[in-house]
């Protein structure tokens, strides 16, 4: 799963340290979040979320990278 | 904390040992020796059990028990949580391949297999550590 915890992170100026301080988890977890390599739990998403000021669907995305808010519809065409 | 593992400690070794004794008699056909026997093994099974929960206690009053290295959403938690969790299915087939040879052997190096079990549950855990960590974090 991909993140934007880097991007928000440094845009909101926290440190690894700062954020990893402020959601009760080790730095090396946020490093392994920022990689891609760790998925968090429900609750530690929400946390960072909370955090860094956004949603959680969209601080992280998924690998197949579906858009589940768009539906079509068999009766409607795409445009 | 320490009273309550002490409660249970204390418990614990008064339950082992009666239930030793008593099986010394039943068992046994020399009563007194064989009762004294049942509690011997009573007594060191208590001894086992009161060094587990002495650990156990140890490590939840530790500094690493309130760093954030050791809660619930860290990486480090749930790489150890994973290959523990693992670990215990494999360390549950070896008992009992223990257990299958150590009930058709009857020679002197029978006494050797639980040592060559648990060696073999560290390296299984060791192994599962590693390679969740690789994964998970990164590096060696």
Known sequence: ?79 | MLSRVTRTLVTTTVVLVTVGGLLGVLVGDDAPADALDGVLVGLAVAVAVGVHLLVRSAAGRGVEASAPESAEDSVERRVWVAASSAAFVDAVSVLVLVVLLGLWSDGEWSRWLPLAGLAAVLVDLGVRVRRGWREQVGGA
Do not use: K, Y
């Open chain 1, 1 to 79: 799963m991909r993140s934007r915890v880097r991007e928000l992170r440094s845009a909101a100026g926290l440190t690894q340290a700062d954020l990893a301080d402020r959601v009760s988890v080790s730095r090396r977890t946020i490093i392994s979040i920022e990689q891609g390599r760790f998925d968090p739990s429900l609750p530690l998403a929400f946390r960072l979320a909370r955090v860094l000021d956004t949603r959680v669907d969209e601080l992280f995305i998924p690998d197949d990278d579906g858009d589940p808010a768009v539906v079509v519809r068999s009766d409607e065409g795409a445009v």
